[in-house]
């Protein structure tokens, strides 16, 4: 029992500060999940005490965000010392463990999956909230369509100058944008990238920049902006080039991307980005 009200049932998932369980609100007779994150693991004192502060500002900036695609935030507790994130339960598969069975997916689909999660991110942009690691282990797929993002752990909220003093790059190297790579403070726009290189991975099987298990070679790529076309798009591969536009400003908005996204779903399968019409010599009059 956790906080005298929360009775865990099942764990759900594991990583490496903590678990996730399946858990019953007994007082509101409700299925949550609780997210535990164990402070014992830490290295030091001030590891610890970073995690607690991760939970609380998880806490903070997911309960300002109130929308259909985005995990919800109910409490925040402690058990046996650790902090613990009360949160809406989702029966779902992340988008990472879809891909791993499934290796890609159609470009319709990820336009669909990339519509819900770009609308969620475009609220969570309207209340000053940058994700700052948008990745396919942060995409739950449920079996009714429903599509949420989840883990606004290393989040930084705009109006809160504490976060920044943080040291190190935030995010999921793979995933960054390239600005980010190279050390810059994250934007909306990083959070468009990240957005991008996600779904580029869905129909290509594999990230932008590729993988590495060298962290600064990929940081290294990843910072170059050069990312590769992508070649089973179809209909999508416009709108993920204009997604990952090297240059954060050349970048659309995350409203934007949703209408965009939308447009992608609808396309015919098989179809191809429009082309831009050649060029035609004008002559003068004889």
Same mark, same amino acid.
């Given at each position: 029992?956790?906080?005298?009200?929360?009775?865990?049932q099942?764990q759900?998932?594991?990583?490496?500060m903590?678990?996730?369980?399946?858990?019953?609100?007994?007082?509101?007779g409700?299925?949550?999940?609780?997210?535990h994150?164990?402070v014992?693991?830490?290295?030091?004192d001030?590891?610890?005490?970073e995690?607690?502060?991760?939970?609380?500002?998880e806490?903070?900036i997911a309960?300002?965000l109130?929308h259909r695609?985005a995990i919800?935030?109910?409490d925040?507790?402690?058990?046996q010392g650790d902090?613990?994130?009360?949160?809406e339960?989702l029966?779902?598969?992340?988008?990472?463990?879809?891909?791993?069975?499934?290796?890609t997916?159609p =470009?319709?689909?990820?336009?669909?999956?990339?519509?819900q &999660?770009?609308?969620?991110? @475009? $609220?969570?942009? +309207?209340?000053?909230?940058?994700?700052r690691?948008?990745?396919p282990?942060?995409?739950?797929?449920a079996?009714n369509?429903?599509?949420?993002?989840?883990d606004?752990?290393?989040?930084?909220?705009?109006?809160?100058?504490?976060?920044?003093t943080?040291?190190g790059?935030?995010?999921?190297?793979?995933y960054l944008?390239?600005?980010?790579?190279r050390?810059e403070?994250p934007t909306?726009?990083?959070?468009?990238?990240?957005?991008?290189s996600t779904?580029?991975?869905?129909?290509?099987?594999?990230?932008?920049?590729?993988?590495?298990?060298?962290p600064l070679?990929?940081?290294?790529?990843?910072?170059?902006g050069n990312v590769?076309?992508?070649?089973?798009?179809?209909p999508?591969?416009g709108?993920l080039?204009m997604?990952?536009?090297?240059? =954060?400003?050349?970048?659309?908005?995350m409203l934007?991307? &949703?209408?965009?996204l939308? @447009? $992608?779903?609808? +396309?015919?399968?098989?179809?191809?980005p429009?082309?831009?019409p050649?060029?035609?010599?004008?002559?003068p009059?004889?």
């Open positions: 029992m956790v906080a005298g009200r929360y009775r865990l099942e759900v998932g594991s990583g490496a903590g678990v996730v369980w399946k858990a019953e609100d007994q007082r509101l409700r299925v949550v999940a609780i997210k994150l164990v014992r693991y830490a290295l030091s001030s590891n610890s005490e995690t607690r502060r991760r939970a609380m500002r806490a903070r309960a300002r109130q695609n919800a935030m109910f925040v507790t402690e058990h902090p613990c994130l009360v949160m339960f029966p779902s598969r992340s988008l990472s463990a879809v891909l791993a069975e499934r290796g997916l =470009p319709a689909e990820v336009a669909e999956i990339g519509a &999660v770009a609308s969620a991110l @475009a $609220a969570a942009h +309207a209340v000053g909230i940058v994700h690691d948008i990745k282990g942060n995409i739950l797929l079996d369509g429903t599509v949420k993002i989840t606004f752990g290393i989040s930084k909220a705009l109006d809160d100058g504490t976060v920044t943080q040291t790059i935030a995010g999921t190297p793979a944008a390239p600005e980010i790579a050390g403070d909306r726009a990083s959070d468009v990238f990240s957005l991008g779904l580029y991975h869905a129909v290509e099987g594999r990230p932008p920049f590729g993988t590495n298990s060298n070679a990929l940081l290294h790529a990843v910072a170059s590769a076309p992508a070649r089973n798009a179809g999508l591969a709108v080039t997604l990952m536009r090297a240059e =954060p400003t050349g970048r659309p908005s934007e991307a &949703v209408s965009a939308s @447009a $992608a779903t609808s +396309a015919p399968a098989g179809a191809a429009p082309t831009p050649r060029p035609v010599a004008v002559l009059p004889p």
